[in-house]
């Protein structure tokens, strides 16, 4: 047992420890077209010092207030995320939308539970099913800069089609393959495309929700879009079709990889040792994204070949 006076002391401690972790993610909004703003996420994987922010997120001045895309990975994003936009403008904020259910997009949300917080159909229930669950892993991958994070659940459906906002007519548009719903919304008055997590530049993809097939079909309807520039979910800003190129070849070079190994047989552990050429692994954090998609979609493509195989036998 140990003595009350230390037990006192830990007690205390973990009450400061939140204070301790209220750390400055040094945001700065990037004006990339008119009032069109976006906050750059590094290319990492989660980790104790960039605390979670390895995201894209963005807003839009509109004359009637301010359209905020994602909300960052924890409370103190989503605070300083607020306070970055009241820098920039007075405006109210009229809306969040989250593009995907996955953390780093949707934990900053508490800083905007005072305004409507939209998403599509899929994404409201994934939250709702899978949000304590990715809040538990946040704090273990990010740790102190999670402290005070809770998850706060959409509170209004998106349907795809034309919004108009303040002079902005917003089209959004739902897609699946990354996720099985993702968001993407092109400003028509800028012809800013923000393509959330169809789309990386630069950084290898994950694919933990991942249905490659679908996220190929939306990579197509995504390059057939009039956009002057495109923020990925995760990446620097493009003015082309380069990201969309590069996501898809990787996909691409992903399942071919994967198909290959089933039908050779190759073990898990063979799999996990990365071929790839140059273009694949210059990829920011190849070798841990690589990894976790074998984990993440091997078993079944071995299922499926080892399936066909035994259709062929019999
Ligand atoms: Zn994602």
Same mark, same amino acid.
């Given at each position: 047992?140990?003595?009350?006076?230390?037990?006192?002391? #830990?007690?205390?401690?973990?009450?400061?420890? +939140?204070?301790?972790?209220?750390?400055?993610?040094?945001?700065?909004?990037?004006?990339?077209? +008119?009032?069109?703003?976006?906050?750059?996420?590094?290319?990492?994987?989660?980790?104790?010092?960039?605390?979670?922010?390895?995201?894209?997120?963005?807003?839009?001045?509109?004359?009637?207030?301010?359209?905020?895309?994602?909300?960052?990975?924890?409370?103190?994003?989503?605070?300083?995320?607020?306070?970055?936009?009241?820098?920039?403008?007075?405006? +109210?904020?009229?809306?969040?939308?989250?593009?995907?259910?996955?953390?780093?997009?949707?934990?900053?949300?508490?800083?905007?539970?005072?305004?409507?917080?939209?998403?599509?159909?899929?994404?409201?229930?994934?939250?709702?099913? /899978?949000?304590?669950?990715?809040?538990? %892993?946040?704090?273990?991958?990010?740790?102190?800069?999670?402290?005070?994070?809770?998850?706060?659940?959409?509170?209004?459906?998106?349907?795809?089609?034309?919004?108009?906002?303040?002079?902005?007519?917003?089209?959004?548009?739902?897609?699946?393959?990354? %996720?099985?719903?993702?968001?993407?919304? #092109?400003?028509?008055?800028?012809?800013?495309?923000?393509?959330?997590?169809?789309?990386?530049?630069?950084?290898?993809?994950?694919?933990?929700?991942?249905?490659?097939?679908?996220?190929?079909?939306?990579?197509?309807?995504?390059?057939?879009?009039?956009?002057?520039?495109?923020?990925?979910?995760?990446? %620097?800003?493009?003015?082309?079709?380069?990201?969309?190129? /590069?996501?898809?070849?990787?996909?691409?070079?992903?399942?071919?990889?994967?198909?290959?190994?089933?039908?050779?047989?190759?073990?898990?552990?063979?799999?996990?040792?990365?071929?790839?050429?140059?273009?694949?692994?210059?990829?920011?954090?190849?070798?841990?994204?690589?990894?976790?998609?074998?984990?993440?979609?091997?078993?079944?493509?071995?299922?499926?070949?080892?399936?066909?195989?035994?259709?062929?036998?019999?």
């Amino acid at each position: 047992m140990l003595p009350l006076r230390i037990v006192i002391i #830990l007690y205390c401690l973990c009450f400061l420890a +939140p204070a301790w972790g209220a750390k400055e993610y040094g945001l700065k909004p990037l004006e990339i077209a +008119p009032g069109t703003y976006v906050l750059l996420g590094v290319n990492e994987h989660f980790n104790f010092s960039n605390g979670g922010n390895i995201v894209n997120v963005g807003f839009i001045v509109t004359d009637d207030g301010v359209i905020v895309i994602d909300s960052g990975p924890s409370r103190f994003y989503g605070e300083q995320l607020r306070a970055a936009i009241g820098r920039i403008t007075d405006r +109210p904020i009229l809306k969040l939308f989250n593009t995907h259910l996955h953390p780093d997009h949707i934990l900053g949300n508490q800083a905007f539970e005072d305004v409507p917080i939209a998403a599509l159909a899929g994404t409201v229930e994934g939250i709702r099913e /899978q949000g304590e669950l990715f809040n538990d %892993s946040m704090y273990r991958l990010a740790g102190a800069w999670m402290a005070g994070t809770r998850v706060v659940v959409p509170t209004e459906i998106v349907k795809p089609g034309f919004v108009e906002i303040g002079g902005h007519r917003l089209e959004l548009i739902e897609l699946a393959g990354h %996720s099985h719903a993702d968001l993407v919304i #092109l400003d028509h008055a800028t012809g800013v495309l923000f393509a959330a997590d169809v789309v990386f530049h630069g950084r290898t993809p994950t694919t933990p929700h991942a249905d490659v097939g679908q996220w190929l079909q939306a990579l197509d309807t995504i390059a057939g879009l009039d956009f002057k520039l495109l923020v990925p979910g995760h990446g %620097s800003v493009v003015t082309d079709a380069g990201a969309i190129a /590069q996501t898809r070849n990787y996909l691409q070079w992903l399942t071919t990889r994967l198909n290959k190994a089933a039908e050779q047989g190759m073990s898990m552990a063979e799999v996990l040792q990365p071929d790839a050429p140059p273009s694949i692994k210059e990829l920011a954090v190849f070798h841990e994204e690589y990894q976790r998609s074998v984990v993440h979609l091997f078993p079944e493509i071995e299922a499926k070949v080892l399936e066909r195989g035994r259709v062929v036998q019999e």
